[in-house]
């Protein structure tokens, strides 16, 4: 996420990768998937990511870490609205596991805590 670019977040997908997450459920176009990491890069301009812990093997890795960043740009939710700003701060929590294969992700599931996100938003109370 520190890298602030779509294209190289991409650059990590094969052509026919496919993304699970807690708001966005599975995502199988690649053009949809650089568009939610697109919302995020886009959204949270000073965004970073500390990892706590990362492991890899048998053609397998995952990560735990958190997530950082203030919400200072539009940002597209699933549902196809876009929400305004809120420049709200947010940390939360996340973990990925993705399964590679010839140095390409081709199945990444990424774990968060929605209702946080949400609450840290200022969407839900």
């Given at each position: 996420m520190e890298a602030h670019?779509?294209?190289l977040v991409m650059s990590?997908?094969?052509d026919d990768a496919v993304l699970s997450t807690p708001?966005?459920?599975e995502i199988k176009d690649r053009n949809q998937i650089a568009a939610y990491w697109g919302q995020f890069i886009e959204g949270f301009p000073d965004a970073s990511y500390r990892y706590l812990s990362k492991i890899e093997a048998g053609g397998k890795a995952v990560d735990e870490g958190w997530f950082e960043g203030t919400n200072t740009e539009p940002v597209k939710l699933p549902s196809g609205e876009t929400m305004p700003p809120t420049g709200k701060h947010?940390?939360?929590?996340?973990?990925d596991v993705a399964t590679v294969e010839d140095g390409k992700v081709v199945e990444h599931h990424l774990y968060f805590d929605?209702?946080?996100?949400?609450r840290q938003m200022g969407l839900i109370t």
């Open positions: 670019s779509v294209d990590m997908y094969s708001d966005a459920g947010i940390k939360m929590r996340s973990c929605e209702l946080d996100f949400q």
